[in-house]
Nanobody, 121 residues
């Protein structure tokens, strides 16, 4: 079993910054892609940023230039640096990771429980 724990959310004024962290623990042999999603009230969960095990990244157009994803493979961690935050960035942010629990086993996707980011105008 794998557990994901997110942290770093909170209340910030427009133009401010936050850094989200997500740490994976448990039966982790290897991690493939890691990603952040967000979900505003009444809306669907949308991808924000993704990073492969090789370090290649994809960032949603709506946040490009303001949000940066990174990972620390030694810590099984993924981070989301959020700068120049806007009120429309307000949402619950979820991390997602593809984990291999045995050397030749399949990948399984896991979700964190989410961390709330609120940006005031």
């Amino acid at each position: 079993q794998v557990q994901l724990v997110e942290s770093g959310g909170g209340l910030v004024q427009a133009g401010g910054s936050l850094r989200l962290s997500c740490l994976a623990s448990g039966t982790v042999f290897g991690i493939n892609a890691m990603a952040w999603y967000r979900q505003a009230p009444g809306k669907q969960r949308d991808p924000v940023a993704r990073i492969t095990d090789g370090g290649s990244t994809n960032i949603a157009d709506s946040v490009k230039g303001r949000l940066t994803i990174s990972r620390d493979n030694a810590k099984n961690a993924v981070y989301l640096q959020m700068n120049s935050l806007k009120p429309e960035d307000t949402a619950a942010y979820y991390c997602y990771v593809d984990v291999r629990s045995t050397p030749y086993g399949p990948l399984h996707g896991y979700w964190g429980r989410g961390t709330q980011v609120t940006v005031s105008s």
